[in-house]
């Protein structure tokens, strides 16, 4: 059975940090582009850091502030969010894309609050 849980959300106050983790399951990880996505109240789902083939790419808005990183010891992808703002409320998604396989998971998503 294939599961991605993330987990590491919550409320923080502007200017803090949060690590979200992704842990997967049910599949070959280390065969999977790791991406992250959020979703805000109202809007369409919006890549945050997407990787293809290795190559990472990170949305402008959280260039310097946000990381992407894997362990594919443990089957997960991390998330290292720093200097958080407000408009950085979402909730947040990862995503497993076959290198090969083409196949996509989702995971059911962490919520992220940013206010003072």
């Known amino acids: 059975q294939v599961q991605l849980v993330e987990s590491g959300g919550g409320l923080v106050q502007p200017g803090g940090s949060l690590r979200l983790s992704c842990v997967a399951s049910?599949?070959?990880?280390?065969?999977?582009?790791m991406s992250w996505y959020r979703q805000a109240p109202g809007q369409e789902r919006e890549p945050v850091v997407t990787?293809?083939?290795?190559?990472?790419n990170y949305a402008d808005s959280v260039k310097g502030r946000f990381t992407m990183s894997r362990d594919n010891t443990k089957n997960t992808v991390y998330l290292q969010m720093n200097s958080l703002k407000p408009e950085d409320t979402a909730a947040y998604y990862c995503k497993a894309a076959g290198r090969i396989s083409r196949r996509t998971y989702w995971g059911q998503g962490t919520q992220v609050t940013v206010s003072s």
């Open positions: 990787s293809t083939s290795g190559t990472i």
């Open positions: 049910g599949f070959a990880f280390s065969l999977y582009d």
